[in-house]
């Protein structure tokens, strides 16, 4: 791990801990027999009703939680609650 550590600066290699982390609990609680369920930019745009523009600025600034394969995001229920929560006490901007 610490090899491609060097090849990554800090804070590209914090982003893919994160994600890898968020992965994990997807996983562990499919394992758990919850559901999940996963979203794409078009759902996330209509369940927050804000436009493309919009949402990509929420994740450009890190208020948004997603996960990215390729050139795709992703976005789970917890990422929503995260979102909210985090948002909840602030003034989004939009």
């Given amino acids: 791990m610490k090899e491609y550590h060097k ?11 994160e994600s890898i ?3 994990t609990k997807s ?3 499919m394992n758990e027999g919850e559901e999940l369920n996963i979203y794409i930019n078009d759902d996330m745009c209509k369940k927050l009703g804000v436009s493309e523009t919009l949402l990509s600025r929420y994740r450009n ?4 939680p997603y996960s990215k394969v390729g050139d795709k995001y992703f ?3 917890e990422d ?3 979102f909210i929560e985090n ?3 602030k003034r ?3």
């Fill in 21 to 23: 982390d968020r992965v």
């Fill in 92 to 94: 989004l901007i939009i």
């Fill in 27 to 29: 996983i562990r609680k």
């Fill in 7 to 17: 090849r990554l600066n800090d804070k590209d290699y914090e982003k893919l801990m």
């Fill in 61 to 64: 600034e890190r208020q948004l």
């Fill in 87 to 89: 948002t909840s006490s």
């Fill in 80 to 82: 929503i609650d995260s």
């Fill in 75 to 77: 976005y789970t229920d």
